[in-house]
């Protein structure tokens, strides 16, 4: 997984762009059709500590964006109009 290599990659300091997709939460919202299940908070716990460690060996010259590629309904669907899934 991504979360065994990055710290050997990042502290090497040769990258000019890093980009990571965690696609754990996307899965299990569908999975579970709920984003209130104990395996989708508990990735989302996981996610929240993977972008803090990111963040954390990055130089403080480092530009840091992190983003969602889309929002979520509450049974764990998107892809249409509603405002959980735009905002």
Same mark, same amino acid.
């Given at each position: 997984t991504?979360? /065994?290599h990055y710290k050997e990659e990042l502290e090497e300091g040769m990258n000019n762009f890093v980009a990571f997709h965690t696609l754990g939460l996307d899965h299990l919202g569908h999975f579970y059709m709920s984003i209130q299940h104990p395996d989708y908070l508990k990735k989302? /716990?996981?996610?929240d500590e993977f972008i803090k460690d990111v963040y954390d060996i990055l130089p403080n010259s480092t530009l840091f964006l992190a983003s969602g590629d889309h929002g979520v309904t509450h049974d764990g669907n998107h892809g249409g109009g509603s405002m959980d899934e735009l905002d």
């Open positions: 991504c979360r /065994e989302l /716990e996981w996610n």
